[in-house]
């Protein structure tokens, strides 16, 4: 939480100047605080979300039926590539030189709705892709297959994870709904696998002589996959849906009709015509000014979005992280050592099984249990031992809790006890 003081986007400019440091100093400074970081999210079980995560992500849409894109002229390209190249890993995704995108666990979430605009969208995304096949113009259009090979995520409606390879999430989107007039005019259920967790990280591009040093850090929770986009920093202005389009481009066509056909007439009224072609032009302003307000529209949805699913920032963020950290691991050892008191002497894979056993049984959760750790910090404590083939046996209960001695909580509550007394 020191390290991170002296990069906190409020408070942490200050800091650094009543520290009186080199730029060398911060830069050694703040690559100490992303080690840290990283290890504190290893220990969280988050993992950094990879190119074809981002892929499904984008190809699909879910309840944010918007195009959203990030703006990397606002984004700081020198700290996390300093980072990853001192400290390299694989899978990382391409953005990993601007920001970083942490993720951990995997849900579900269905929404039932008639989604009346969104079934027009879609209408009308259809018949602009038929259009574009028939007239061959989509090969303009289309984009270079990326060096990287991902697995088409349009064709696919199951959504994998690598903690849990058996479990399979499937995906019910508009874009595969069929054209019935059922679908089209009752209500219709889609589902979306979420991620639990997320937290992303980034600095923001300086803008003036002076470096920006802020570092942020921002948590989020359950964010559908095809909405992956509202944790993305530093987002563009939204651009308009085909719906948008469609109103834009029927208004100019009609516009242009009426005006032509005006102008055709044999004894075609100077008055007339502009009347008409008034009649156009407000007709087009007003077009242009409800197109401004759908954006502001769009982007307060974004912002309404992001405030609902957005738990915390900043220091509140590494708060959370560093209690969790701390709640997992004294559960490992718990488990561990009260499977060991249970069920007797154990192999290090005995014991494994047995842990993730007991969580399935009584909490219906499968996990990889971290045993490996588990014992190690049990050894160090010194209340778990081996035997002469390395079977792990404990203590007694008795004889544990003296070797551990009082806890925090139990010496402040005596010593509150001794002064009332």
Not at 69 to 98: A, T, W
Not at 268 to 288: E, N, P, R
Not at 323 to 351: N, P, R, W
């Amino acid at each position: 939480m020191q390290l991170y003081s002296l990069f906190d986007p409020v408070h942490g400019g200050r800091r650094l100047e009543q520290q009186d440091l080199s730029s060398e100093e911060i830069d050694v400074l703040e690559q100490n605080f992303l080690i840290y970081l990283f290890q504190v999210m290893e220990k969280s079980n988050f993992k950094i979300a990879t190119d074809e995560e981002i892929e499904v992500a984008q190809s699909g849409q879910y309840l944010l039926n918007l195009p959203i894109k990030v703006d990397e002229s606002k984004l700081d390209k020198n700290l996390l590539s300093r980072y990853f190249r001192d400290h390299p890993l694989q899978n990382l995704p391409e953005f990993s030189d601007k920001y970083v995108i942490f993720r951990r666990g995997i849900g579900i979430d269905q929404t039932t709705d008639y989604f009346i605009m969104e079934k027009l969208d879609m209408i009308i995304a259809r018949m602009w892709s038929s259009l574009l096949k028939v007239t061959k113009i989509e090969k303009l259009f289309s984009r270079k297959p990326k060096t990287t090979q991902i697995r088409d995520a349009k064709k696919t409606d199951e959504i994998t994870t690598e903690e849990e390879d058996d479990l399979f999430v499937e995906r019910i989107r508009l874009e595969k709904l069929d054209l019935s007039m059922r679908n089209l005019l009752g209500k219709i259920t889609i589902q979306e696998p979420t991620f639990d967790r997320m937290i992303v990280v980034y600095r923001r591009a300086s803008t003036g002589p002076k470096k920006d040093r802020g570092i942020y850090v921002k948590h989020f929770k359950n964010i559908p996959l095809a909405d992956m986009e509202l944790v993305l920093p530093e987002k563009k202005k939204p651009s308009l849906t085909p719906m948008d389009w469609l109103k834009f481009l029927v208004s100019v066509v009609i516009g242009l009709v009426t005006l032509v056909s005006s102008l055709e007439m044999p004894k075609a009224d100077f008055w007339v015509v502009v009347a008409i072609l008034s009649g156009v032009i407000g007709y087009c302003a007003k077009i242009y000014f409800s197109f401004q307000q759908s954006m502001v529209t769009y982007q307060n949805l974004i912002t309404q979005s992001m405030y609902d699913k957005q738990l915390d920032s900043g220091r509140g963020t590494i708060l959370h992280l560093c209690d969790d950290v701390i709640q997992q691991e004294v559960k490992e050892v718990i488990i561990s050592y009260f499977i060991l008191m249970e069920q007797g002497k154990a192999t290090m894979e005995d014991l494994d099984l047995r842990c993730e056993e007991l969580i399935k049984e009584e909490f219906g959760e499968k996990c990889d249990f971290e045993v490996h750790d588990a014992v190690q910090k049990l050894e160090k404590l010194g209340i778990v031992v081996r035997d002469s083939v390395g079977r792990i046996f404990c203590l007694p209960l008795k004889r544990a809790n003296d070797i551990i001695g009082p806890t925090t909580e139990e010496l402040v509550l005596k010593a509150k006890q001794g002064s009332s007394a």
